[in-house]
C-alpha cells in the first residue's frame, strides 16, 4: 500500500509538466488543415508521451537514486546509533568498574599487616622484594633540608618528593608495597597535605599497601643511646601513627639497618615494643640468620647487600642501572638477560638463608624521589620472572614488606640461633673498626644526655603543677618542641657524632629551643607548687662557673627539683664574688657552706662569659620527685666590708690551704679516701673506708695518634666513625701533674693541670660516696699535624684477666674479653681499635673481691687493653675524613673556640666488693642521668611560699626507678616504673618488688590505670607476638609473666620496665 502511493504522487506531478510544454507549443503554431491538424495533434501527442515517457525514465532513476541515497543515510544513521550504543555500554562498563572498586577497597579495608601480605607459593623460592628509602634526620644536611630538598649541592635528597611520589605510585597499582620508617619526615610531609591526599593515603595504610617499619621518629644510634631517650622517641613517633592511621598504623617489625652496630638493650627495647624483627649491616655470613635473645625474643635477619639492592638492580634515578629493555621491536631488548642476572643471583642469596623465602631490599639513601622508575621496572621484574614458572623456573617474585617475610619464616616452622651477645665493634674491613663515634662530638653527646635529664624534669613538673603549667603567670610553656628535638637527636647521625659540623650545630641548636620552652614549664610549675610567682633564672653554665644571677646577688633563694624518685643529697656549686655566705634549709636552718676559689682552668674555659672569683659549696637534701628551697646571703667579710674578694687575694688564701711537698697527699671523707703521689702529682690510691678495701689506682691521661691512612697495611684514616690509632702505644700527655690541694668541710679537691690543655679536679663531697673526676680537655693542639684521641686510663691492680664489663644503652651489662667474641673465632687485626665498646653510663673491672666501677656522664667508648686497667676515651680532634660519606675530618671549632672545643665532664669511681657494687653504682648512674634542676629566685622567699615539696607519698623503694611521668592528655599521665637491678646483681635490690599505684602520688588522685607495651601504643593485652623455637633447649628463653599482688599493687621482677597510663585528678 505504501508503495502504491508513492506511485500516484509521482503520476500527478508528470501531468502538472505536460501541462506546461504544451502552452509553450501552442504560442509558435501555424494555422493547419483539420486532418493535418489532427495528425499534427497525433504526432505532438505522440512526441509529448514520448517526452513524457523519457521525463518519467529520468524521474524514475532519480527517485531510484534519492531511495538508494535515503537507504545510505538509513543505514549511516544507524551506524551512528551502534556506534552511540557501543559507546554507552564502554561507559556502562568503566562506571561498573569503578564502582566495584571501592567495594574491593572495602574489603580490603581490614587486611593491613600480615593478613594484606601477598600469597607466596610453597614449592618455590619466594624472592621478597621491599622497595624501601632510608632518609636520615640529618647527616650531611640538616633534617629540614632534607625534608625540603634543599642544599641540593651538599646531597641530592628530598623527603618531601619521595612521600609524593611513592603515594602516587602505590595509588596506581594495588600489587605494589613501599615501607616507610622516619616518622620525624613522615609527619613533616602529613601536616602539609590536604584531606583528599590524606584519605588516600589512609586508604594505601588501611589495606598494607602503605606499611610503617620501625616508626620511632627516628632511626636511633645504637652505640651512643640512653634507654630513657630510646623509648621516648619511639613512644613520639608511634603516638604519632596511632593517632594518625590506628591500628593498621601500627609497625609490627624494627627495622634499624643503618646503625653502625647492634646494642643488645635496643633489642630488648624492641622486643617490648612488640614482634620486631631486625635487620643490620653487613655481617658475616654464617650468621645471617638468628636471634636475639635477652629479655625478650627477637628475630633479626641480616641482610646480603646491606639495605641495598642487588648489583644491577637499582633503578632509582640515583642510579645507572640499565632499565628493563622489553619491546622486542626496539633496540636493545634485555629480557631474558635481566632475568637471568636476577635468577643467579637469587639462588646465590638462598643458599646461604633457611628457609625457601629470601628477601632483596629494593631501594637505598634517599630513593624513590621519582618512585615510577622503581615501580616501572619492579612490575616488569615480577612479571618477567614469575613468567618463567610455566618453563619450570622455580623462582616466585611478590612485592612484599619485612613483616610478610617475617610472617613467612615464621611459617616455616624452624628452629633458630639463639644471641645473647651484641653486634659491637662493627668493622666492615680488617683495619676499619667502626668505635671511633662511641667518643666522637663529646660536647654534644653530653648536651644531649643533659637535655633528656631536663626534659624528664620537665615532663613531670608539667604533670605536678597541673595546667597553669603550660600557660601560666611566666606564659605559654609546652614539651613538645623538647621531645621532638630530643628524639631527632636519638638519629644514626646525630648523638653518634658522625654528622657534618653544620648538621651538629643544628641538633644542638633544637636542642637549646626545647630547654627555652621547657624552663616556661618549670617556671609555672614551681610558681603553683610553691605558691610564690617570684621571678626564676635558670643557669645552664654552672659546670663552667658561669651564673651572672649568683655572681651579682647578695642574697637568693636556690631551688634544687629532684626527679628522681627518692631523697637525694646533692653537691651545689655556684659561681659568687663575695667569700663568705651564710646558707639555711627550707627549716631556717643554718646549712655548711664554703667557698673555693675558681680554678685557673675554668677561668681559661669561660671566655668572657662570667667573672666569679669563687665558688660556694653546700650540700642539699631534696625529697623524691620534689624540691628543696635554700636560701643563700652574703655576709660582711672581716674588714666588714660586703665584696668579693679579688682574685689575687683569693689567691693568697688558697695557698695557704695547700699542702704540697708535705708528705703523702690525700682527701678522704667518711666513706672514701683518694691517695696521690707527691712526686708524681698523680692518683696513687682508692680505699672504700666502710668496707676497707684498698687498690692501688694510677690515672692519667694519653693520646692515641690517629691514622692519617698512609699506612703500609691499610690507608684507612681514623675519623668520626672510624678509631684507627697509628699504633697501640698512646703518648702520655704529662707523666706528672701540678696539683693543689683544696680542703674545707664540704669539699677536697685536688686540682691537676697535666699541660695547657688536660686538667682535672678530683674531688670529694663529705656525702658522697663516689670520687669524682672532673676532666677539662682541649683545645687539644694539632699544628703538629697529628691527629689525637684523648684518653683517660686507670691503672689498678685487680686481677681482671682481660675481662671487662661495660653497660648496654644504659642498662644491661655485657661481660667483654680482650681480643674475644663470644660468636666466632676472632682473628684480631686492630689490638686497640678492635677491643673499644660503647660505653653508656657505666664500665667495670673486677675480680673475685673488688670492683671499680667508673660511672660516665655521657657516652664514651673504652676498654681494657691490660689486665687491670680501663680506659675511657674523652676527646678525639682528627685531620682526615674518614671516607664514610660524611667528607669532613672530625675537627670540631666555634666561634667561642676557634682553637678547638674544650670539653669538660665527669667520671665517677667507686670500689666495692663485686656482690654490693651494683647497690651503689645502679643509683649513681640514674642520678647522673637525672641530675636535680636548680632554679634561683632574687632575695629570702615569700613568706607564704612553700619552701619543700614532695609529689610522692613516699620514696620508692631503692630497687625502683621512676622512668618516666608524663602528661599524656587532659586527665590522664603515663608512667613507667623501672626495676634498675639484673638479676644476681645485687643481693637485696635483685628481687621482685611491689609498688601500690593508688598510693604513689601526694598530689594526684589516681582513678584508674591500663597497662601499655613499652611504647605505649598498645595494650598490654593486645600485644601478640610470634612464637619462636630456639635451637638448643637450653637456650629456651622463658617469658615469665608477672603476678600483681592485687588490682592496684604491681610487681617489677629485674630489669623489667612496666608503663601505665593512668587516669589522674589533682587532690583537693
Ligand atoms: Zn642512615
Redesign the pocket.
Known sequence: MAERSAHQRTAAALLCTGALLLCATTASAFPLSPGEQLIQQIQQQQEQQKQLLQQQEHLLQEIEQRQQQERQKQLLQQQEQLRQEIEQQQRQQERQREQRQPQQQQQQRDKCGYESCHVTKPGLLNVHLVPHT???VG?LKTVDQYFYGDRNDIQHAGVQYILDSVVEQLLKNHERRFIYVETAFFYRWWKRQNQDMKNDVRTLVNQGRLEFVNGGWV?SDEASTHYSSVIDQMTLGLRFLNQTFGECGRPRVAWH???FGHAREHASMFAQVNTFTQTTKKMKKKQQQLFFSFSLSLCPGILPNGYNPPEGFCWDQSCDDAPIRDDPDLEDYNVDDVVQRFLHIAKAQANVYKTNHIVMTMGS?FQYENANLWYKNLDKLIDYVNERQKNGSNVNLLYSTPSCYLQELHRANRTWALKTDDFFPYADAAHDFWTGYFSSRPALKRYERRSNGLLQTCNQLEVLGGPVSRDGPFGKGETLTMKKSLAVAQ???AVSGTSKQHVANDYARRLANGWNTCQVVVSNSLSALSGSAAPRVYCDLLNISVCSFTESSPEFTVTVFNPLGRSLLWPVRLPVNGSRYSVSDPGGNPVDSQVAPVSDSTRDLRRGRGFAVNELVFEVQAPPLGFSSYTVSQSQDRTGIKTGLNRNQTRAETRAKTGLNQGPVQIENKFVRATFDPDTGLLSGLMNLETKQKIDLTQNFYWYNGSDGNNSDSDQPSGAYIFRPNSSTPFVISKTAKIQLIQTSVVQEVRQVFSSWVSQVVRLYSGSRALELEWTVGPVPVQDDLGKEVMTRLDTNIKSGGVFFTDSNGRELLRRRKDFRPTWKLKQSEPIAGNYYPINSRAFITDEEKQLTVVTDRSQGGSSIQNGSLEIMLHRRLLYDDVRGVAEPLNETSELFPDGLVVRGTLLLSLDPPKSAADKHRPLGQETVLQPLLSFTKGKPEPSAKLTFSGLQAALPPAVHLLTLSQWDSDSVLLRLEHQFQTRESRTNSEPVTVNLQKLFSTLEVLGFSELNLSANQWKEDVKRFDWTPETEEEKWEQKSSVDPSFWDVTLRPMEIRTFLLRVRVRV
Open positions: 632510608h632518609d636520615d647527616w632511626m639497618i643503618d646503625p639513601d638519629h644514626h647521625d
